[in-house]
């Protein structure tokens, strides 16, 4: 992530503003006008959040996602969504950005940010988004910093005290505690009907059914904790403090103005207003209180949380001797606790552990076993021992935890039954052992560990979710975790039901109840399925797992096919909302397969010169094929670094068309003809884009350049083809080598006469000799000795169709 030497410093922007002014919404704009990028969130939630966005815009394809617990990386991602402790240091993309910067002031986690403010920069660009308090320090650590201001959408608005029974609809309560989101929202089940719950500590697979039940209106009422705070879009209107203190870990303390502000702002999206206040079991806020979070003034952060980036891993003393080095900087603060650190404290006066660790090697991997998350927040002795075992079993034998240490572990937290708070320990737990096992070098099959945690993970946050809606939602607004189940009951009872098309998808979900999947359990599989999980047909039909699921459906080009799910009425409205939004996903992909993966988004941003914008935008429109005369102009007022810059994204100066390479592969071509024809809401050409070569009234009166074909007297010829052609006829013996070309295409001797003749060689057969033409007659031709005449002994694609007529 640093600066590259050759490119000069990175610009740096510093977007400062209270909540809903479009800060995020903008860096991810931003980062999507340059080729590669990466953006540090706060929380895992919102890093899924964003995902979920991006790839709503650019496919799954070009976007990794990175938190501690969650990884999803394709081959050759563009786009890196992560929390900002997952941040890949040593990888260098254009734009980056990190989120919510005035974390660098958290006691526990500021460090962290801090190091990102010092260090993190993209090549060409970077920003930090956060508060306004944070201008002065931003100031001060880096002055070239371009500061923004950036100013709210919509007025925030007090609006004193509340109870339960008259808080309007949509609207948040917001507690500090599991116990009291509970109790809150058990009250407003009983008023209101249903309500979602979101916690920090649940996993991603629950926090998003929960919001999705909320967002598509199927219950009206949130309520929350604070994780809800770190911008998460919501459609709140507005906010309730339930309380006004929290314990953060060391005390319990009352809340900064700054961070009710923080929550509060989730109220109004967009040019929406929103209101906040209280509950009637609290006191009005103080009028200075209200004044500063409706204008939106606060103190100035002063100082910054820091920590030592030079360790020292010559021994376990001397490692927390630079951790614990005092900082130089009058404005930073070392930070005070960390459980990383007290960890290491702990096993460092294990003596097993200080006979093993007397080398560099051996005190990295201590530390590295220290950074374990103890998502469990119960005892810390128990963490310690667990840290103590696992590092004991990585330094001895191979170097790898013991299978059945790991099986013992993991196995009593694969089990769904029980309450909302053991299922939430188990989900605390388990999350300790998905981390673990994306530290591939530690374990025997590493990969079957992280897919066996995660499908433990999943089943808990499915079980978790139906729990909650149980409890919290009435039974008559319960249909999002029952009308999905398959009935075990006889065929004809399943085919009376609206999923009856879709029964075949429901297979047994491993420690699902009574082996039923829940509609919540299948529409995570479809959102975690992978690319090469759908079946798309030349018709735009997509299939999961080979049943139907949805197509797609003509947009405004063919750059922009539209979503339709299969039985869009059985689905309720936050599964449909998620499905949706993954097959829009998939949709993306569909089209930069078809450009042969030119990041056409990435080049037409505001950050590029005219001719870069114009030459990007004909070549998405057409699906990375141009003839030259669309070109040429754009070309020629490119830059030579543009031009190369093309050249590095596989766009190649063919002699007929400007093209991106793999834009013209058969298997890609397919995805152009499905495009096509689906645009057209009409059948594409059978033969397309299989056979090199068609007579041109196989084309059916269809562009031949619409399907990558071009015509060339009496026939069609894929454009690869014709570019092979085209460049062979540079070379002073290339006309032989055309007509051999030719040839092998199965084209007869006066079709190959004729192709030539398009394509600006000699007419009739290469000669041995150029002759001067006879007036009123035909240039005489020697005899091709090379056989061209001759039929091949294989008809190729069938010369009969290329017979000249």
């Known amino acids: 992530m640093n600066s590259s030497p050759s490119t000069g410093p990175s610009v740096v922007v510093a977007e400062l503003g209270p909540t809903n002014t479009g800060k995020t919404h903008r860096a991810i704009e931003r980062m999507l006008e340059h080729d590669t990028g990466m953006i540090g969130l706060p929380l895992r939630l919102l890093a899924r959040e964003v995902y979920d966005r991006v790839t709503a815009r650019v496919g799954e394809g070009r976007v990794a996602l990175m938190t501690g617990e969650e990884k999803r990386l394709p081959p050759r991602p563009d786009y890196w969504i992560c929390t900002v402790e997952a941040m890949p240091t040593d990888r260098t993309v254009d734009f980056l950005a990190v989120d919510e910067i005035q974390l660098a002031a958290h006691r526990e986690r500021g460090h962290v940010f801090t190091d990102r403010l010092l260090h993190a ?16 320090m931003v100031q001060a650590l880096i002055p070239h910093a371009s500061m923004k201001r950036a100013t709210r959408l919509s007025q925030l608005r007090y609006s004193g005290t509340r109870s339960l029974k008259s808080l309007p609809p949509r609207s948040a309560v917001v507690a500090f505690s599991a116990d009291r989101v509970y109790e809150l929202a058990e009250a407003l089940r009983r008023l209101r009907g249903g309500v979602a719950v979101v916690l920090g500590a649940l996993s991603p697979r629950t926090r998003n059914a929960q919001v999705a039940m909320y967002q598509s209106g199927e219950v009206q009422y949130l309520v929350a904790t ?78 910054l949380i820091w920590r030592n980036s030079t360790l020292d891993f010559s021994s376990p003393d001397s490692l927390l001797d630079s951790l614990s080095r005092a900082p130089r900087h009058a404005a930073f603060v070392r930070v005070e606790r960390a459980d990383d650190f007290d960890a290491l404290r702990e096993l460092s006066h294990v003596p097993a552990i200080r006979e093993i660790a007397t080398d560099r090697a051996t005190v990295e991997m201590l530390w590295q076993v220290c950074q374990i998350p103890d998502f469990r927040k119960g005892l810390f002795g128990q963490h310690v021992a667990l840290l103590r075992e696992t590092f004991l079993q990585l330094s001895e034998g191979d170097g790898k935890l013991e299978q059945d240490w790991l099986a013992r572990q993991v196995s009593p937290l694969d089990d769904v039954s029980g309450d909302i708070h053991t299922l939430m320990d188990r989900l605390a737990a388990i999350r300790i052992w998905t981390y673990i096992s994306h530290r591939s070098s530690w374990l025997h099959d590493a990969e079957q560990w992280q897919e066996r945690t995660r499908r433990i993970e999943d089943a808990l946050g499915d079980a978790l979710h139906e729990r909650l809606v149980e ?18 009951a006889s065929p004809q009872s399943a085919s009376d039901s609206p999923f009856a098309k879709l029964g075949l998808l429901l297979g047994e979900v491993p420690g699902a109840e009574g082996g039923a999947m829940t509609e919540e359990q299948f529409v995570q599989r479809v959102v975690d399925a992978t690319h090469d999980a ?28 539209q979503i339709a799910l299969a039985e869009p009425e059985v689905w309720t409205g936050g599964a449909r909302q998620r499905l949706e939004r993954r097959l829009v996903a998939l949709a993306r992909d569909l089209v930069t397969e078809a450009m042969g993966g030119f990041p056409a988004e990435a080049l037409t941003g505001a950050g590029r010169s005219a001719p870069m914008r114009g030459l990007a935008y004909r070549l ?25 810059h093309l050249r590095t994204l596989g766009v190649c100066e063919g002699q007929r068309y ?3 390479a793999e834009a013209l592969a058969p298997q890609v071509l397919e995805r152009r003809c499905m495009l096509t024809a689906l645009f057209h809401r009409s059948p594409s050409p059978r033969s397309v884009p299989r056979e090199p070569a068609l007579a041109v009234a196989e084309l059916g009166g269809w562009s031949a ?39 092998e295409l199965g084209l007869e001797s006066g079709v190959r006469t004729r192709v030539l003749r398009e394509l600006g060689g000699q007419s009739g057969r290469p000669p041995l000799k150029r002759r001067r033409r006879r007036r009123g007659g035909k240039a005489p031709t020697a005899p091709d000795k090379s056989g061209a005449d001759k039929q091949p002994a294989h008809a190729g694609v069938g010369s009969p169709r290329f017979r000249e007529q």
């Open 620 to 644: 998405a429109e057409g699906l990375g094929v141009i003839t030259q005369g669309e070109a040429r102009e754009q070309w020629r007022l490119l830059d030579d670094e543009e031009r190369e």
């Open 658 to 660: 400007l093209y991106v």
């Open 705 to 743: 350049r619409a399907f990558g074909y071009e015509v060339l007297g009496p026939v069609a010829l894929r454009i690869d083809v014709v570019e092979r052609l085209a460049e062979a006829l540079r070379h002073p013996q290339g006309a032989r080598q055309v007509h051999t070309l030719l040839q």
């Open 471 to 488: 409890r919290f939602v009435q039974r008559a607004a319960r249909r999002s975790a029952r009308r999905f189940v398959r009935a075990a």
């Open 534 to 561: 759908f079946q798309v047909d030349a018709s735009g039909s997509i299939s999961f797992d080979g049943q139907p699921l949805g197509r797609l459906v003509p947009g405004k080009d063919r750059r922009s096919p």
């Open 121 to 136: 920069r993209g090549r060409r660009e970077t920003w930090f988004l956060g508060a306004d308090t944070m201008r002065p």
């Open 226 to 303: 604070d994780a809800i705070g770190m911008g998460l879009n919501l459609d709140l209107n507005h906010v309730a403090f339930a309380a006004l203190s929290k314990f953060d870990g060391a005390e319990q303390r009352d809340l900064f103005p700054d961070e009710l502000a923080q929550i509060a702002g989730r109220a109004g999206r967009h040019l929406n207003d929103g209101s906040f206040g209280t509950l009637n079991t609290l006191s009005e806020l103080p009028p200075r209180v209200v004044s500063a979070i409706e204008s939106h003034r606060f103190p100035a952060v002063r100082s």
